[in-house]
């Protein structure tokens, strides 16, 4: 486990990691800042310049595409491994499972998006190049989809005795310095996170799980390859920067390992409530700046 | 009840892109209940159970609260709450109900009554805003948008629940206390809280100050005396622009009058919704 870069939570942001948040929430099209952001904020000059140098990315249809990607892969993955069935035996309530879904909507969207980003800065910071696609500039919409949940976390070490029990545990057996987002914020249904993880747990422990896992992150990087902007940012960089060039790296490599089994977990618990077709589709297709004029002027 | 049991019975409704989360209990008449501020529907778990035998209740969170729609992107007046409930209401087959409002719930009453009048059967406000009663300054200050950067939603919590305190007469447990406020004690539940404080508008209520004489259905005032956030006087003024309107005033309570006085406060509001069916009857035959 690596040393824990202090987070900068979004109300605690200013200046330069208060306008690089605001733009990955508006570029990335997410309504909250995930835990990879607030633990590159520790590094204060490298987010903003990782940021700066990934924007351009960020913003087209080929990265839309190839998280997409991601996405799709990882729920065909995830049918090969058991199902957890986290919803047996249990009652939820009516809005509250309505709820539960739509979070769950939330980060089986936009976790592929952070491990091609993840893996991208990764392959540059140890002087890899991805290959760009020149023909493929075509931008997205940006803004927060209207009907995207809210990014409500609960907090790390909640009052709550069982459910800190549960983020230990979680913490634990996937070797996590922080709690992820994702757990946060089904940690406001401490039912649901219990029964989900109960199920969880046995299949993140596997051969198979950590087999699937790896077979996503590799598909992430060469994924990654294809984005169409060459990015820049360099170990060179960081130390002019003035950042510990070690200490970043370490902890991008970290995210680049624990992303793809949390977006396996998400899609297993997504299979309680939908079907494999319905989860290959991204939650919130993007439109292109194009497409939106069109509508524009249709209306 | 436990804030986290009332959560577990709520139901849920689309209204375009918005989402409200409510209670449903019980057979009869619709009788809808509006919170307020800084409160969501498990305010009035105790009403539900004393109404529920009677009547259909329905018990929204307002969007911005409780356990609806907390994002940051829509509007949260009192007048776009009024409108999200004549939709919310159309979308349940209600054409109309009872309606039931306490703090800013009660203006979003005011405004159902008299925008919308087809859609309320009788109307009864409780220690409700109205004129300029409002907004209070804890509020005031509280809508800031740099009170988002100012404090942690653990450390905003302690400080509202001393504030709510003030709104009780009588003592109720922290763990009740912290019920009330639970929706609210993550950073985007405190986000969300800021733009409800944020959205009060003194101008939403006086704009439909000369529409109060129109309102023609039963009405009926209830006022927890002792209320330093919403002055009695507030309730005497109403009762007199309102025709037929009646002011019940109850002793030793405050603005959470419904908790500090259960059964005085139900009681009023059954004879009152009582009577309004009556009324209803009569006028129908």
């Known amino acids: ?299 | 009840m436990q804030w986290r049991d009332f959560q577990k019975r709520q139901r849920i409704t689309q209204i375009g892109e918005r989402f409200i989360s409510y209670v449903e209990a019980g057979e009869g008449d619709p009788v809808v209940l509006i919170h307020g501020i800084p409160t969501w529907g498990f305010l009035w778990h105790e009403t539900i159970d004393a109404l529920k035998e009677n009547f259909r209740v329905l018990v929204p969170d307002l969007i911005g609260f409780g356990f609806s729609d907390k994002r940051d992107n829509f509007d949260r007046s009192i007048a776009a709450q009024a409108e999200i409930l004549d939709q919310w209401l159309e979308t349940l087959d209600v054409p109309s109900a009872h309606i039931v409002g306490q703090d800013i719930g009660g203006g979003v009453a005011l405004r159902l009554a008299t925008l919308f009048p087809d859609r309320v059967a009788s109307l009864c406000v409780m220690n409700t805003v109205c004129y300029d009663s409002w907004p209070i300054e804890l509020m005031l200050q509280f809508g800031h948008p740099e009170m988002y950067r100012k404090a942690s939603a653990s450390t905003t919590m302690k400080l509202l629940k001393q504030a709510l305190k003030m709104g009780f007469e009588s003592s109720p447990e922290d763990e009740f206390l912290e019920g009330l406020l639970a929706p609210y004690s993550t950073e985007a539940g405190k986000l969300s809280l800021i733009r409800n404080a944020a959205a009060l508008n003194t101008n939403l209520t006086t704009e439909i100050t000369h529409l109060l004489p129109e309102i023609e259905v039963p009405t009926r005032i209830i006022w927890g005396e002792n209320d330093k956030f919403q002055l009695v006087k507030y309730g005497e003024r109403l009762a007199k622009d309102i025709p037929g309107a009646e002011l019940v005033r109850i002793a030793d309570a405050r603005h959470f009058l419904m908790i500090d006085k259960p059964a005085e406060v139900n009681g009023a509001l059954k004879a009152f919704l009582a009577e309004a069916e009556k009324a209803q009857l009569t006028a129908n035959a």
């Open chain 1, 1 to 299: 486990m690596i040393g824990k870069p202090k987070e900068v939570k979004e109300y605690e942001a200013e200046d330069e990691i208060q306008r690089v948040y605001h733009e990955i929430r508006q570029t990335l099209r997410v309504t909250g800042i995930n835990l990879n952001f607030r633990t590159w904020a520790d590094f204060d000059k490298f987010l903003p310049a990782m940021w700066d140098d990934f924007r351009p990315n960020a913003e087209t249809r080929v990265f839309e595409n190839v998280a997409d990607e991601v996405r799709r892969r990882a729920v065909q993955l995830s049918g090969e491994l058991p199902r957890t069935n986290a919803l047996e035996g249990s009652e939820f309530g009516e809005s509250r499972s309505w709820q539960i879904q739509r979070a769950l909507d939330l980060y089986h969207y936009v976790n592929p998006k952070l491990l091609v980003l993840t893996s991208a800065v990764l392959a540059s910071l140890k002087g890899e190049q991805n290959e760009g696609e020149s023909d493929a500039m075509e931008r997205i919409k940006k803004g927060e989809p209207p009907t995207m949940y809210a990014m409500e976390l609960v907090d790390e070490k909640p009052k709550d005795k069982p459910l800190r029990k549960l983020f230990n545990d979680i913490k634990k057996t996937l070797s996590l310095s922080s709690i992820n987002s994702d757990y946060r914020t089904l940690g406001l249904w401490p039912d649901y996170l219990q029964a989900a993880w109960q199920k969880l747990k046995p299949v993140c422990k596997s051969a198979a799980f950590e087999n699937t896992a790896d077979a996503l992150r590799e598909e992430s990087r060469t994924l990654a390859h294809r984005l169409p902007y060459r990015l820049s940012l360099t170990r060179t960089t960081l130390v002019e920067l003035g950042e510990d060039a070690d200490k970043v790296i370490e902890t991008t490599e970290k995210f680049e390992q624990i992303l793809p089994p949390l977006i396996l977990n998400i899609a297993l618990l997504q299979l309680d409530w939908k079907s494999p077709e319905d989860l290959e589709k991204s939650p919130f297709p993007a439109a292109t700046m194009k497409e939106k004029e069109a509508q524009y002027a249709m209306a």
